[in-house]
């Protein structure tokens, strides 16, 4: 692995690293094994699990385990004099301090599309993970232009995803910050896209988490502006909010 990312530093002078969140790992020798091979840029992704195969989809006492990886992640990250750019960290950053708003960064999706080696025109491949060919669009660059994607049903939810979350979303304190999650944690197949990321609670308390170190180290930031968070209020009032919308739909 050094070997491969000092040749690509030798013809770049830059290493960028892509890399699976697991959580099972201690996120201390993570970090340090990622500096150790002196990247320049890490981006911790999250598993792409939908609400039908979420493997802790049916625990009733919830720890947020991702939320705890991702929390070790960033304190570290955050006291390094020497870091790493970690672009999920550094968005969050941003959006919190406020030098970057909602109309910037409205999406948690890259906006990528995926030319198949038969022409066909999908939208990124993790939503793959929602079934078998539901990437498929009838769309091919050999009939259609790149736009054409626009006029799929899932073309268009896929580039105004962050437009097109359920209630709970946005409701939520911190929607403007987290903008529901991405699509494809947000899917089942009883009601497709119109629920809450399956990782919900734990982007709820990791962004507390960043919000209120900030507060810490920045005892100056306008607190009419940004105030301290408690995760565990947010997601008693997500839950009661959820609770009151299903009530409201028996009646």
């Not at 437009?163 to 529901?180: N, R, T």
Request: a negative charge.
């Amino acid at each position: 692995m050094k070997q491969a990312i000092d040749l690509v530093k030798k013809t770049t002078n830059r290493a960028d690293v892509i890399t699976v969140m697991d959580v099972d790992e201690n996120p201390v020798k993570v970090y340090e094994s990622l500096k150790k091979l002196k990247v320049d840029s890490v981006n911790f992704l999250i598993k792409d699990f939908t609400h039908a195969n979420f493997p802790y989809k049916n625990t009733t006492d919830y720890n947020q385990p991702y939320a705890d990886f991702l929390i070790q992640l960033f304190d570290l990250w955050f006291e390094d004099k020497e870091k790493f750019d970690i672009p999920l960290f550094i968005g969050y950053i941003n959006v919190i301090l406020g030098f970057a708003n909602f109309d910037d960064v409205n999406s948690n999706e890259l906006k990528s599309l995926v030319i198949e080696t038969n022409g066909e025109i999908e939208p990124i491949d993790s939503l793959k993970a929602c079934g078998q060919e539901f990437t498929k669009t009838n769309k091919n660059i050999k009939e259609n232009d790149l736009e054409a994607i626009f006029n799929s049903s899932l073309g268009n939810l896929y580039f105004n995803e962050s437009m097109k979350v359920c209630s709970q979303c946005k409701d939520c304190p911190i929607f403007e910050i987290c903008l529901g999650g991405r699509l494809v944690h947000r899917f089942d197949k009883k009601n497709g896209f119109d629920n809450p990321s399956v990782y919900c609670e734990d982007m709820v308390k990791f962004i507390c988490h960043i919000q209120n170190r900030l507060l810490d180290v920045f005892p100056d930031i306008d607190k009419t502006e940004i105030e301290r968070l408690n995760y565990k209020e947010i997601l008693s009032f997500n839950k009661a909010n959820a609770s009151d919308k299903l009530e409201n739909v028996k009646i």
